[in-house]
């Protein structure tokens, strides 16, 4: 999904095609090694305990089902999430059923913010909030990888489309 070239007007140009940050696949990744390290446990306290035979089987199942609870719908969120910047606005483009897309067109843009929590610094990524000044709330980039090079970025071509500058 995003913004592919057919949706792009006439003489718009892609600056950046960006995704969240791979961080939010962590969460979902401690769950496999955690509900992997249960599935192993049951199979060697099973006959420790004398718990029936099927009690391994059915402890993984569990864990196989749980591990697919909570890794494909953050998976999936990650890969059909874009920010896409190009020389004449900004589109947020999401949705695995239902797609979802917003845009702000550059020359409406006043307020470029970045926020970056601990973890955020840690990984190099952090929250950018495009306001427009209308009655809607920002549009909110979350876990934007580079967030300050992208704020420099979009104030710059902001500057560039402002018609009282041309």
């Known amino acids: ?3 592919r070239e057919e949706h792009l007007a006439e003489g718009e140009a892609v600056i ?3 995704r969240t940050h791979r961080k939010v696949l962590l969460r979902p990744l401690a769950w496999i090694v955690v509900l992997g390290a249960v599935a192993v446990g049951s199979w060697i306290v099973t006959p420790m305990f004398g718990l029936p035979s099927w009690a391994p ?3 993984t199942g569990v864990a196989v089902l749980l ?3 909570a890794t494909i719908p953050p998976y999936l969120k990650w890969v059909t999430t874009t920010y896409v910047v190009t020389n004449q606005r900004v589109s947020l483009r999401t949705g695995i059923l239902t797609h979802t897309g917003r845009d702000i ?3 409406r843009i006043n307020d470029v913010t970045f926020e970056k929590q601990l973890d955020d610094r840690l990984f190099g990524c952090g929250t950018l909030v495009i306001s427009d000044g209308s009655d809607r709330e920002g549009m909110v980039l979350d876990d934007v990888p580079d967030v300050e090079q992208v704020q420099r970025t979009l104030q710059d071509l902001v500057r560039k489309s402002d018609p009282r500058d041309n």
């Open 57 to 59: 089987l059915f402890a």
């Open 1 to 3: 999904m995003g913004l």
């Open 16 to 18: 950046l095609r960006l």
């Open 105 to 107: 067109p550059l020359y």
């Open 67 to 69: 591990v697919v609870a």
